[in-house]
């Protein structure tokens, strides 16, 4: 149980273009997800919570309107890159919080290259 | 704020035993967790505490001393297999996790 699935596993997109990325928790709901952005050789950093029903908080230094957050039912978040740049080239991993506050359920992460 | 410290990089031969110290400094912690990541991977979850001492879980054990903001990973018999980046994250009064730069742990044949 507690399955986290990401998609898609990678993209290529055009600087300019906005890419969708989906993450779902399969066997089990979530009110709350959070999207992490992971540069190479470096730690997880933590982007924003999304919560079912309601608008995503974002951390410190995040552009709400270019990532965009929508919790549109308890097993599903997706993330928005919108206007991406090569600077946005990241590795962007989702969890899912479980039925206890503290437990947190990683997806396989997603690999997005802006060319 | 979070501050999360732990060394970068780590070595050791197959079948030896390495510790992996962490210290942390979190507002309204709630635990330690430890993950494993293999490079291109997503976080896999290792260990959780909460309490202080010692949780055992097979040749993984995790410590943790929230009087001193410390914590360590203890792998042993260590494995080619082994071979990963070990993050050490700590969680916050709202329950997120913050994590530290990760420990890249190399294993010798």
């Known amino acids: 149980g507690a399955v986290v699935s990401q998609h898609p596993s990678w993209v290529i997109c055009k600087s300019g273009t906005s890419v969708k990325i989906e993450c779902r928790s399969l066997?089990?709901?979530?009110?709350?997800m959070f999207w992490y952005r992971q540069f190479p050789k470096q730690s997880l950093m933590l982007m924003a919570t999304?919560?079912?029903?309601?608008?995503?908080?974002?951390e410190q230094g995040v552009e709400k309107d270019k990532f965009l957050i929508n919790h549109a039912s308890l097993t599903l978040s997706t993330l928005t890159v919108t206007s991406a740049h090569p600077e946005d080239s990241s590795f962007y991993i989702c969890?899912?919080?479980?039925?206890?506050?503290?437990?947190?359920?990683f997806g396989p992460g997603t690999r997005l290259t802006v060319t | 704020g979070q501050n999360i410290d732990q060394p970068t990089e780590m070595t050791a031969t197959e079948g030896a035993i390495v510790q992996i110290n962490c210290t942390y400094q979190?507002?309204?912690?709630?635990?330690l967790f430890w993950y494993q990541q293999h490079a291109g991977e997503a976080p896999t979850f290792l260990s959780y505490n909460v309490l202080d001492g010692l949780e055992e879980k097979g040749r993984f054990s995790s410590f943790l001393s929230r009087s001193k903001g410390y914590s360590y990973l203890l792998l042993k018999e260590l494995q080619m297999k082994d071979s990963a980046s070990y993050l050490c994250a700590a969680s916050g009064g709202d329950y997120k996790l913050s994590f530290g730069a990760g420990t890249t742990v190399t294993v010798r044949a």
């Open positions: 979190t507002s309204g912690f709630n635990g």
């Open positions: 999304s919560n079912e029903g309601s608008k995503a908080t974002y």
């Open positions: 969890s899912a919080r479980g039925a206890r506050e503290y437990e947190q359920y």
């Open positions: 066997d089990f709901q979530a009110t709350t």
